[in-house]
């Protein structure tokens, strides 16, 4: 327990991996962390990393350990913890994501992206645009398809607490939710510059202290519903006269959010 834990390094070496809780114990004076299958394969198979080599876990509490793998086998793997830490990487900033849901690839890459810039909850909504069919026998498998993206992206990205994402839900119903966030819906439509007063009067801001960002799917929202959203609470929002990818809208206006109210534009402590 006394060597340094260099985090710069550690950062640096990408060698971070999600774990449960319930899979942390304490034996004989030590404390183990038992490494679930499919983290096990990863490191043995793809990294080639075996017994004496250090790695970080982190379980999604804010917490982080150093460990090194004292058991290496095909269906078993077992690390000690050496130290723990609470590292500051999770953003102070409370933004919510609902996402028009996108294909495949488009998703994905809007997960990997939010979960780098500190969203902490993420929507999937059924919009009138959306071309991808859910088919209700394999959301569950998709869910957890989801859950390990954004996991794996927490490890590569440094965040020690795991965005939430929720089961798709029809845009009807997303819009009864009763969310307690400033509302802004993401529209082509809207002329732009939305956010300069909020930038000189957080005032709104504050009094919700979170934001619920609303972006569109392919081809964005149909006229009735950005005015539904309006009607029910939402700023609209445009990000200036270039049309975007549906892919990148998001994680663009998530890194104009985090930049004005949250920590990109804060200097490192």
Known sequence: MGRKFDEKKLRRMFRRFYISPRRIRTEEGMTIADIDKDTLHHIRTVLRLGEGAQIVLFDGSGKEYLAEIILSRPARMQAKILEVRSPKTESELNI???????REQGFDNVLVGAVELGVKQIIPVLTQRVVVKINPKEIDKKMYRWERIIKEACGLSGRVVVPRIEYPVEFEKFLSQEINALKIILWEKAPGGELEGLRKDPTPLKEKNAILLFCGPEGGFEDEEAQKAIDAGFWTWGLGPRIL?????????????????????????
Do not use: H
């Open 96 to 102: 919510i994501l609902a996402q028009g849901l996108l």
């Open 245 to 269: 990818k549906a892919d990148d809208a998001p994680l663009v206006a998530l890194s104009v959010l985090q930049y004005l109210f949250g920590d990109l534009a804060k200097p490192l402590s």
